[in-house]
């Protein structure tokens, strides 16, 4: 009996022991993962940050070339009506020459 108390003792032991050391790097591993974690979240928040900036200033520029293009557009539209006048008024001169030469 004696024997059967010292294997069940050793195998508590080993029992307490195992969950002890099991436990302990558990710790370790799952704190080197919380900061191995910690670093890769914070490295995609400023990822995050250097695109969102970067995505901001784009599209200020890509509004400055939409208003340089209203701009160019709008000045397009007044030669162009400004040439359909001249070429109304002009077929209106030459109508009234050729009306002329027939009388």
């Known amino acids: ?31 080197q993962e919380g900061a191995t974690l910690r670093d890769k ?4 928040v400023d990822l995050l940050k ?13 509004q400055a070339k939409g208003q340089e293009i209203k701009g160019l557009l709008a000045e397009s539209v007044d030669v162009v009506k400004e040439f359909k006048e001249e070429a109304t008024s002009a077929a209106s001169e030459i109508k009234q020459e050729v009306q002329g030469f027939r009388s």
Do not use: H, P
Request: net charge negative; charged share 10%; aromatic share 2%.
């Open 1 to 31: 009996m004696a024997n059967s108390n010292s294997e069940n003792n050793a195998i508590i032991v080993g029992a307490v022991a195992g969950a002890l050391i099991g436990a302990g790097l558990a710790v370790l591993v799952a704190a």
């Open 41 to 44: 979240f914070m490295n995609t």
């Open 50 to 62: 250097n695109q969102g900036q970067r995505l901001k200033e784009q599209s200020g520029e890509l």
